[in-house]
């Protein structure tokens, strides 16, 4: 059964950063390619960053590129996300998946909650 399981959440500043935590249960994890998403109030899933199975491949939206540090630990089954210079505009629920094909699986975890304020 796949599972994904984010933390690391929560307010913070303008400026701010935070480092989010993605437990996975999946079969053969470190065969994956994982991404991480996001979904602000109002507005649709959207695409952040991806990392390749073997750590070597990573990509990233045109906003977050620079400020977003994707990173994986095949040991763990753990996925990560390191966000500096936070922007109001980050605000959203993030979550992992895999990205096979370059699409996430069906199965979404709860996410976790980035609040960006002053």
């Known amino acids: 059964q796949v599972q994904f399981v984010e933390s690391g959440g929560g307010l913070v500043q303008p400026g701010g950063s935070l480092r989010l935590t993605c437990a996975a249960s999946?079969?053969?994890?470190?065969?994956?390619?994982m991404a991480w998403y996001r979904q602000a109030p109002g507005k649709e899933r959207e695409y952040v960053a991806h990392?390749?199975?073997?750590?070597?491949?990573?990509n990233y939206a045109d906003s977050v590129k620079g400020r977003f540090t994707i990173s994986r630990d095949n040991a763990k089954n753990t996925v990560y996300l390191q966000i500096n210079s936070l922007k109001p505009e980050d605000t959203a629920v993030y979550y992992c998946?895999?990205?096979?094909?370059?699409?996430?699986?069906?199965?979404w975890g709860q996410g976790t909650q980035v609040t960006v304020s002053s």
């Open positions: 990392i390749s199975s073997d750590n070597y491949s990573l």
């Open positions: 998946n895999t990205f096979l094909s370059g699409r996430p699986r069906d199965t």
């Open positions: 999946v079969r053969m994890f470190r065969t994956y390619p």
